[in-house]
């Protein structure tokens, strides 16, 4: 039963990520950067000086739910650097061979601009209620600005099925199956207390959850990049032959090593931007749900900070577990999913210092991933249905993860996370694609310091821009 399942799951995924859906989003992502004229390229510098060396800014937090731009930001890495960037980039290098690699650094390119848009946009058609709670994403903007009900329906269902199984069930799953290897830890255990720390944090609300992510994101990133450095380093001489195998095999068949199977040059193209846009979640559409919430003196200016956030997030973290992996030379081993990076850390470390370093990277990463994915999950549900609705089924999001404990096949699960990245993804872009020149509209505006369309002045006038201009 469960066999036949996957078997249906595995041939929907296939279809769903077929050369069609690669196509568009290469083609959204591609026309937003020449839109905005290499606009990525050509301020690298200028996005993390508004952004990064900005954290210490102080903001008023007037409202209940509002965050500072930092404190969105943390709570949307907190949904990104996570299992994807562990996890699922061992799991790309398994089933896609290094070149897939490639492909994830070209989903990270285009998709600083892509997810520059998405929040920007999203800041600008942001709804305040007569509570002064905030309500932003696409679900708005595609309402507000198209008027197209049928597709913000379709955008709300994809993202339910996207927190369940990428979120609640695959970040608990891979927490589960680290602790069971490392230390023989029961994943029923395991998943059962993620599950009721995640509760505890989520159900406080945005504020909570952006102060939890505020505090943990930066630390627990800087642990694992530094730790992952050193491996790096002690295989420098080998960083030339692995940048090599991902430029020749993102074009090439990848041979078979060992237990590695080998992989077309298809799967490589399908599976890197698969896992890339579940890495960064640039186009994803979840990131701007909790960027509208941020008090931001303009939309763009948040925008700024979902490019950078893409950029640490693939081009950064996810380089270092892809090298940990090859310079090792353990990807001819056939490890798969988060065994595959325990044993590149055990090149390097004492198995010891790797379990360690390994539990509390994938503990803390998958956990506040779980946590800030419940503000998605809360946002799509209230749309769809109505906050009544979601006060008695919100407790549905804390279950798949123990439910699933179980489950050794990782392969089998990512399968499930391909099709729900489609699900949510593929009815943004489309939205995407037709606001496209309200971002450019709003990049412009605050470039050339204008500013007419500041977030104070169009939360207060309710004046947004008209599609048609």
Same mark, same amino acid.
């Given at each position: 039963m469960v066999e036949s399942f996957f078997y249906v799951v595995e041939t929907f995924s296939q279809w769903l990520w077929g050369p069609w859906t690669m196509a568009f989003i290469a083609f959204v992502s591609i026309y937003l950067t020449v839109k905005s004229r290499f606009f990525q390229l050509r301020h690298f510098q200028f996005i993390f000086s508004h952004t990064f060396n900005?954290?210490?800014?102080?903001?008023?937090?007037?409202?209940?739910? !509002?965050? %500072?731009?930092? +404190? #969105?930001?943390?709570?949307?890495? @907190?949904?990104?650097?996570?299992?994807?960037?562990?996890?699922?980039?061992?799991?790309?290098?398994?089933?896609?061979?290094?070149?897939?690699?490639?492909?994830?650094?070209?989903?990270?390119?285009?998709?600083?601009?892509?997810?520059?848009a998405e929040i920007?946009?999203?800041?600008?058609?942001?709804?305040?209620?007569?509570?002064?709670?905030?309500?932003?994403?696409?679900?708005?903007?595609?309402?507000?600005?198209?008027?197209?009900?049928?597709?913000?329906?379709?955008?709300?269902?994809?993202?339910?099925?996207?927190?369940?199984? !990428?979120? %609640?069930?695959? +970040? #608990?799953?891979?927490?589960?199956? @680290?602790?069971?290897?490392s230390y023989g830890i029961n994943p029923y255990l395991t998943t059962s207390i993620m599950g009721l720390i995640t509760m505890m944090v989520a159900i406080g609300g945005i504020r909570r959850i952006g102060r939890f992510c505020e505090a943990l994101v930066p630390l627990m990133t800087l642990v694992y990049l530094m730790s992952g450095l050193l491996i790096v380093i002690a295989n420098f001489s080998l960083i030339p032959q692995a940048l090599g195998e991902i430029l020749n095999y993102a074009f090439a068949p990848a041979p078979a090593i060992g237990g590695f199977a080998g992989a077309a040059v298809m799967t490589a193209i399908q599976i890197g931007m698969a896992r890339g846009m579940l890495s960064n979640e640039a186009g994803l559409g979840t990131a701007p749900m909790i960027h509208a919430n941020a008090e931001t003196e303009h939309p763009f200016q948040q925008g700024l900070w979902g490019a950078a956030e893409v950029f640490i997030d693939t081009t950064v973290v996810c380089t270092i577990t892809a090298l940990i992996i090859l310079c090792s030379g353990v990807l001819a081993n056939g490890s798969s999913g988060i065994e595959l990076l325990l044993e590149g850390f055990a090149t390097y470390y004492s198995p010891m210092a790797a379990n360690a370093i390994i539990s509390i990277a994938i503990v803390t990463f998958c956990l506040s991933t779980q946590i800030g994915f419940f503000v998605y999950f809360e946002t799509a549900l209230v749309d769809l249905f109505n906050q009544r609705i979601f006060g008695i089924i919100k407790w549905l999001y804390f279950l798949p993860g123990i439910i699933f404990a179980g489950i050794t096949n990782v392969d089998q699960l990512w399968v499930l996370a391909n099709i729900s990245v489609a699900l949510s993804a593929l009815p943004n872009l489309v939205a995407l694609l037709f606001l496209s020149g309200v971002f450019v509209k709003l990049m412009r505006d605050y470039m050339s310091g204008e500013k007419k369309y500041s977030t104070k002045l169009t939360d207060e006038n309710k004046q947004y821009i008209k599609v048609a201009e």
């Open positions: 900005r954290i210490f800014y102080k903001h008023k937090n007037s409202s209940a739910s !509002t965050i %500072s731009p930092f +404190q #969105a930001t943390s709570a949307s890495l @907190a949904g990104t650097v996570g299992m994807g960037n562990m996890a699922g980039v061992a799991t790309a290098l398994s089933i896609g061979g290094p070149g897939a690699i490639f492909w994830m650094w070209v989903m990270a390119f285009f998709g600083m601009i892509t997810k520059a920007s946009i999203a800041v600008h058609y942001r709804e305040i209620d007569a509570e002064g709670n905030i309500h932003g994403g696409p679900m708005y903007y595609i309402r507000k600005a198209l008027g197209w009900k049928t597709l913000t329906v379709f955008f709300s269902i994809g993202i339910i099925i996207n927190c369940i199984f !990428t979120s %609640s069930l695959l +970040q #608990a799953h891979t927490v589960g199956r @680290a602790l069971e290897a």
